[in-house]
C-alpha cells in the first residue's frame, strides 16, 4: 500500500510491505520509489517515526538518483539547431543528397537526404551508432581494471531510458542510455565506472562510494558537468 507524509514542506510517499520479518527497513529505488517493510505487528506511528528520523537519507538518495536523469530538451531537427556531441556543440545543417548520411563537418552534424522528415530518423541512428562504438571502446579499459575486484559484466547494451543514465541487472548486464554519447567522456567514463562499481557493491553504501573513488577520484565532477551539461 502507498502511503505519505510530509517532512517540512516536502511530501514524502512510501510504499509499505508487511512480512514476518524482525526488523524495519527502509530502502530508496533508483526510481525513487521509497519501500518500507516492516513486522506484521508494527504500530504505524511507529513507522512514521522512524521514516521521518531517516527522511533527510531519503532525501539524499532521491537527489542521487535524481543526478542519472536525463534531463535533454526536445529537438526539432531543424537547420541551426544545436545538438550535443561527446560534450561539444554542433549545429545541424541538412543538405539534399542522393544518398542518405550523417557525419560531422567542422562545427556541423550534416545530414544528406531528399527527404526532411527522415532528418531525426537518421540523426537518432547516427548517435546510437557512435554510441555502441565508444561506449565498448571507453569501457574495454575500464572493464580490465575492475577485474582485480574479480568482477566482470556479463554484456554491455544500450537501452534508452527516460529516467536512467546506466543501470546494472542482478546478473551482472551493464545497462547504458545511448543519449551519454552527447555527454563529453569523462561523464561517460563515470556513468561506466559507476554501474562496474556496482559488481563489487549492489547498494550505495560507504563502500561503494570509497571503491567509486578510488577508481575515479574526480567523480564529483564529471557527475556535476553531467547534470548541468544535458538539462
Not at 560531422?104 to 527522415?118: P, Q, S, W, Y
Not at 579499459?141 to 546494472?168: D, H, N, Q
Request: proline share 5%; net charge positive; aromatic share 10%.
Amino acid at each position: 500500500m502507498i502511503e505519505s507524509m510530509m517532512f517540512g514542506s516536502k511530501r514524502i510517499e512510501f510504499r509499505m510491505e508487511y512480512s514476518a520479518r524482525k526488523t524495519l527497513g527502509i530502502s530508496v529505488t533508483p526510481d525513487l520509489e521509497v519501500v518500507v517493510k516492516a513486522p506484521m505487528d508494527t504500530p504505524f506511528e511507529k513507522i512514521e517515526g522512524i521514516i521521518r528520523k531517516k527522511a533527510p537519507w531519503i532525501i539524499k538518495q532521491q537527489s542521487f538518483f535524481l543526478t542519472f536523469y536525463p534531463k535533454t530538451t526536445a529537438r526539432q531537427f531543424v537547420n541551426g539547431e544545436s545538438h550535443l556531441y561527446l560534450g561539444k556543440q554542433y549545429r545541424l545543417k541538412v543538405v539534399e543528397g542522393a544518398g542518405e548520411s550523417v557525419k560531422l563537418k567542422g562545427k556541423f552534424i550534416e545530414v544528406a537526404t531528399n527527404d526532411k522528415l527522415r532528418v531525426k530518423e537518421l540523426v537518432v541512428e547516427w548517435y546510437l551508432q557512435n554510441a555502441k562504438r565508444k561506449f565498448h571502446a571507453l569501457a574495454e579499459p575500464l572493464i580490465e581494471e575492475f577485474k582485480k575486484y574479480k568482477v566482470e559484466p556479463s554484456s554491455i547494451v544500450l537501452r534508452a531510458m527516460p529516467t536512467r543514465w546506466g543501470s546494472c541487472t542482478p546478473r551482472g548486464k551493464i545497462i547504458l542510455n545511448p543519449e551519454l554519447i552527447k555527454a563529453p567522456r569523462g561523464c561517460i567514463e563515470y556513468v561506466i565506472i559507476h554501474e562496474l562499481c556496482h559488481l563489487v557493491h549492489h547498494d550505495h553504501t560507504q563502500k561503494f562510494l570509497d571503491l567509486q573513488t578510488k577508481e575515479m577520484p574526480t567523480w564529483s565532477k564529471w557527475k556535476m558537468k553531467l547534470e548541468k551539461l544535458l538539462a
